[in-house]
């Protein structure tokens, strides 16, 4: 499913694109294409069919393969095996006849087929220059209860906001490699909006109360601090609950409400057996005893569930926005409330069109529970995006898709 792309590797040719038989293998375009129709599959056996054919004089080790795909991480042999045998399966291929595809046994594999010699190579792509952080205006209100919070304008245009989610820091993230992209992006043709929660970010750190209402008071706050009349709604991952009940609670306000990794129910809610209890108590534990540590290993497994998919830069930069953005007391605190959110009632009483993104492969929130809230929201469209990371990253074919169907679905 999604992973970043990955395609600069040391060995790799300054070629772009290979023929053979009727295939296209297109590196510029990220496509793979069979007489002119466009074979989709998944971006790591992508990777895997560039590295091989892209070093089709020799064969290609496994370990290569690990290190150019995978960035190094540590994955089981059956990640790669599964990942040849859906490159073949694309190519009309299989471990048989291996036409394409060959064994070096015990040591790797090597593209056999016959690349054709005419074809328009050595393309020189363009170098890529990282676009500059957007500007944005940060500036604080006041909670019901008296608590600072933080939000912050990027980009003109008519207004998008989002409701908070934990792990940001409005300060921070224009930089961060989690969560700049959305920034970035998502301000190009917008007034975005976002804010830190209560507990988290820029916002005050010591709230003495820190419940589900609290939250959906606070985004309240936030929009009546700015003035919004009426405006179209994000939702990521447990801010997916926060903008469901605030928009069953003022439909006259939310004209479009998006949703992307949400949840109805809370992981105490929904454990169904011991299994997911234990898994539940789990999250708890590691972030009682490892958030403030040095040592990275803990907070890692929340990194291994969020961005499975992700290189080491990636878990490097989860793993700091996890100690920058909130104290290991509060991260405890945002687990046990969001282990009990339930918004399906509100859910059913969400009037405006919704549209729903979520990750086919999702680690940390399955799929099924974007389903439950297609099936709960009345006006709402599903779409799944070709992803196992639970918070989508810049490089991978899912982030364009989610830009791409956002864009339509707010210009409507």
């Known amino acids: ?37 466009v074979i989709r599959v998944e971006p790591q056996v992508f990777d895997v069919l ?28 059956a990640a790669l095996t599964s990942r040849i045998k ?27 087929g016959t690349l054709i010699a005419d074809a328009p190579a050595v393309v020189q792509p363009e170098p890529v220059v ?58 190009l043709s ?18 003495t109360d820190f419940t589900f209402d609290d939250w959906v008071a606070d985004l309240e706050s936030v929009v009546e601090a700015l003035g919004l ?35 109805a129910r809370g992981r105490a809610v929904r454990a169904a057996n011991e299994d997911e209890k234990r898994a539940a108590a789990l999250d708890l534990e590691l972030a009682r005893v490892g958030w403030g540590r040095d040592d990275p290993a803990f907070r890692q497994v929340f990194a291994a ?13 989860f793993d700091q926005l996890q100690r920058r953005t909130t104290s290991p007391e509060n991260a405890v605190r945002f687990l046990e409330e969001f282990g009990r959110i339930d918004v399906r009632d509100l859910a059913r009483s969400v009037a405006c069109p919704t549209l729903i993104m979520h990750s086919s492969d999702d680690h940390r929130v399955p799929m099924r529970f974007g389903e439950e809230l297609a099936a709960l929201i009345p006006d709402s469209r599903l779409v799944a995006l070709a992803s196992n990371n639970h918070l989508l990253t810049a490089a ?17």
């Not at 590295?51 to 290190?67: M, P, Y």
């Not at 917008?190 to 709230?207: M, P």
């Not at 569930?305 to 930069?317: E, N």
Request: hydrophobic share 40%; with cysteine.
């Open 1 to 37: 499913m999604g992973t970043p792309v990955t395609l600069s590797t040391p060995e790799m040719t300054p070629t772009s694109v290979w023929r053979f038989d009727g295939f296209v293998l297109d590196a510029q375009r990220y496509e793979l294409r069979c007489d002119d129709a």
């Open 50 to 77: 560039t590295q091989l054919v892209s070093n089709h004089h020799r064969f290609v080790s496994k370990e290569e393969l690990f290190d150019s795909v995978w960035g190094g991480r540590f994955v089981g042999e």
């Open 86 to 112: 859906a490159a073949r399966r694309a190519l009309g291929d299989n471990g048989e006849s291996q036409r394409y595809i060959r064994t070096v046994r015990g040591r790797g594999y090597q593209f056999v």
């Open 130 to 187: 990282e676009p500059a952080a957007p500007r944005q205006h940060i500036a604080f209100c006041r909670a019901a209860d008296g608590v600072r919070l933080a939000y912050a304008v990027a980009g003109d245009g008519p207004p998008l906001v989002r409701a908070a989610n934990w792990m940001t820091h409005l300060g921070y993230d224009i930089e961060s490699p989690v969560w700049k992209h959305w920034v970035r992006d998502l301000s």
């Open 190 to 207: 917008h007034k975005f909006i976002r804010y830190d929660e209560r507990g988290c970010g820029l916002s005050d750190w010591d709230a």
């Open 229 to 263: 009349e009426r405006f179209p709604l994000l939702g990521v991952s447990q801010g997916g609950a926060v903008a469901v009940a605030y928009a069953a609670r003022h439909p006259e306000r939310v004209s479009k409400l998006v949703l992307c990794g949400a949840y």
């Open 305 to 317: 569930q969020f961005l499975p998919d992700g290189t080491r830069s990636d878990w490097a930069a």
């Open 396 to 412: 991978e074919p899912a982030w364009q898709v989610f830009r791409n169907e956002l864009g339509a679905f707010l210009a409507v």
